[in-house]
């Protein structure tokens, strides 16, 4: 049977107001299944290992892009090969644009029953954690540093839109001075407003950071933003949105299968996004996992 796993403090709390009607759509529309609901972070990765285990074929998370990354990562560190469904509900909604997977529950739960399974690439990145030790783990859209932590620890702390958080934050942000590593080439000082590392399109509530990354060409796409004022932000953040950024004079684009950044300055501390969360800091070094999951998608993708 498959395994539903519902984080219902995702979206603040509407996914388990909602769940209600999401298990009447998914039941109407998918067929039987299992639920689990996490009580912790972290617990959604739990819980996915462990169905993977027991030999759940298709695995669905139930909530916003953290879930469905835990969810990733509990497939992924399983050691088996289950499929990855996906059941929108959450703030951010990143992951499942790039799968061009409806928010609305009833139309997602038609494509758990009738869609196909694709593989797709997932980045690895080690980095330093919140306690100062070494940690790995994968994510299946962006990571990234600069502007962006500040945004997410925002959008998080204060409960407001992606928006409304990056126009609070562009008023005083600073740049950040990193030095990245491309593959075997050499190493390159850069001073950024944000730095991103791209498996899938989108992130920050529907911002289209990366266009032209895709899900299985076995490349991460780098998208530097150059130091820009708080203005030239405010201005150009539709073009980020609609994916018109890249001819910007301030925006580079390149692909890699391996990136490593660290902070120019080895006693500054520069925090890590990863899948919409905060996991640690820099140091950072990102790979590509090429064709390493198996997801759900709709039939005529």
């Avoid at 932590?149 to 958080?165: L, N």
């Avoid at 949105?241 to 902070?263: D, F, N, Q």
Wanted: proline share 4%; glycine share 10%; with cysteine.
């Amino acid at each position: 049977m498959s395994v539903v796993i519902v984080n219902p403090s995702s979206a603040g709390g509407s996914t388990g107001e909602s769940w209600p009607q999401i298990a009447s759509d998914l039941r109407s529309q998918f067929g039987s299944f299992r639920a689990v609901f996490t009580k912790h972070r972290g617990d959604a990765a739990v819980l996915a290992g462990e169905a993977a285990r027991k030999g759940a074929k298709l695995i669905i998370a139930c909530g916003g892009d953290g879930t469905i990354s835990e969810v990733a990562n509990g497939i992924l560190s399983s050691g088996k090969d289950a499929e990855l469904g996906i059941m929108p509900s959450g703030t951010g909604g990143d992951f499942r644009r790039t799968l061009e997977i409806p928010s609305r529950s009833r139309d997602a739960a038609r494509i758990l029953r009738l869609g196909r399974s694709v593989r797709i690439d997932v980045g690895r990145v080690s980095y330093t954690d919140q306690n100062g030790a070494g940690a790995t783990r994968y994510f299946v859209g962006v990571a990234s540093c600069g502007m962006s932590t500040k945004v997410i620890e925002r959008v998080k702390t204060d409960e407001v839109s992606f928006v409304s958080a990056l126009l609070k934050t562009a008023m005083r942000n600073a740049p950040v001075r990193l030095v990245v590593q491309l593959d075997d080439s050499h190493e390159r000082h850069l001073v950024v407003s944000n730095l991103c590392i791209a498996n899938a399109r989108y992130f920050g509530g529907g911002m289209m950071i990366a266009p032209d990354a895709k899900l299985n060409d076995g490349k991460l796409d780098v998208i530097s933003i150059g130091d820009l004022s708080a203005m030239k932000i405010f201005t150009s953040a539709p073009r980020v949105y609609a994916g018109s950024h890249l001819s910007m004079p301030e925006v580079s684009h390149t692909l890699a299968r391996k990136i490593t950044v660290r902070a120019s300055d080895p006693d500054a501390e520069v925090a890590l996004e990863v899948d919409g969360e905060l996991p640690g800091r820099l140091p950072a070094t990102f790979q590509i996992v090429s064709d390493a999951l198996r997801v759900r998608v709709n039939k005529q993708k």
